[in-house]
C-alpha cells in the first residue's frame, strides 16, 4: 500500500503563475517531510522540507505547506519559471527509522512560457 | 565535492545475464539506498545500509537481486539471473545519519533487459 501518494500525474501552468503540487500520506509517524526535483536522466536533487512540528516553510520562490490533521502537504512556486519544468518528489520519513525515506510517485510539472 | 557516483549509466543486456551496478557515496557518508524507478511504481526503495550493515531489505523484489557494501566507499547491486521485467532506472543516494534526513542522488543507471 503506498503511503504517500501524489495524486496528479502531471501539472501545467503558465509562466509567473502559481504553481501547486499535493501529496497525501497516510501514516501518522511520518515527521519530517520533504520535497525533491528532478529533471531528465538526473538524480532528484533536494528542494525543501519541513518537520512535522511545524505548518510552513519558505525558501525563495518555494514554500510547503503541512496540514498534518488532513495528513496533506503542498508545495507552492511562485512565481514559476520554464526552468521549474521537471518532475516533483514528495517524501516522509518515519520516526526512529533513520534516514529512510518513503517517496510518492511523483508529479510531472510543465510551465509554459 | 564530486557527489553520488553510479556506474554504468547505461547497461543494456539480455535476459538471464548477471548485472552488476556500482555506487560510490558522498566521502563521509554513512548511510546508503537503492532505489529503483519506473512508471509504474514510482520510486522505490530497494535496500538501505548504515554503516556498512544492511538495515531494511525488504524492497529487494525477490532472491535475484543482492546488494553489498563491502566498505564505506563502495556498494554494489546484483541482479541474477536479469528478467525483462527488471528493465529501470536505479538510483543510488547517501546521507549522514544523524546530521539531516536529506539524502543526495546520483545521476542513475539506466538498466534495459532485452
Known amino acids: 500500500d503506498q503511503q504517500v501518494k501524489q495524486n496528479s500525474p502531471s501539472l501545467s501552468v503558465q509562466e509567473g503563475r502559481i504553481s501547486i503540487l499535493n501529496c497525501d500520506y497516510t501514516?501518522?509517524?511520518?515527521?519530517?517531510f520533504l520535497w525533491y526535483k528532478k529533471y531528465p536522466a538526473e538524480g532528484p536533487t533536494f528542494l525543501i522540507s519541513?518537520?512535522?512540528?511545524?505548518d510552513k516553510n519558505e525558501d525563495g520562490r518555494f514554500t510547503v505547506f503541512l496540514n498534518k490533521s488532513a495528513k496533506h502537504l503542498s508545495l507552492h512556486i511562485v512565481p514559476s519559471q520554464p526552468g521549474d519544468s521537471a518532475v516533483y518528489f514528495c517524501?516522509?520519513?518515519?520516526?526512529?527509522?533513520?534516514?529512510?525515506?518513503?517517496f510518492g510517485g511523483g508529479t510531472r510539472l510543465m510551465v509554459k512560457p | 565535492d564530486a557527489g553520488v557516483i553510479q556506474s554504468p549509466r547505461h547497461e543494456v543486456t539480455e535476459m538471464g545475464q548477471e548485472v552488476t551496478l556500482r555506487c560510490k557515496p558522498i566521502?563521509?557518508?554513512?548511510?546508503l539506498f537503492w532505489y529503483r524507478q519506473t512508471m509504474m511504481r514510482g520510486l522505490e526503495l530497494l535496500i538501505y545500509?548504515?554503516?556498512?550493515?544492511?538495515?531494511?531489505d525488504s524492497g529487494m523484489p525477490e532472491d535475484r537481486f543482492s546488494a553489498k557494501m563491502p566498505n564505506a566507499s563502495f556498494s554494489t547491486l546484483k541482479i541474477q539471473p536479469s528478467e525483462p521485467r527488471d528493465s529501470a532506472v536505479y538510483f543510488c543516494?547517501?546521507?549522514?545519519?544523524?546530521?539531516?534526513?536529506?539524502?543526495?542522488f546520483g545521476p542513475g543507471t539506466r538498466l534495459t533487459v532485452t
Open positions: 543516494a547517501s546521507s549522514v545519519q544523524g546530521f539531516s534526513y536529506e539524502q543526495y
Open positions: 501514516n501518522s509517524m511520518f515527521d519530517y
Open positions: 519541513i518537520s512535522s512540528i511545524k
Open positions: 517524501a516522509a520519513r518515519l520516526n526512529n527509522a533513520g534516514n529512510m525515506l518513503t
Open positions: 566521502s563521509g557518508h554513512n548511510s
Open positions: 545500509f548504515n554503516n556498512n550493515v544492511p538495515i531494511d
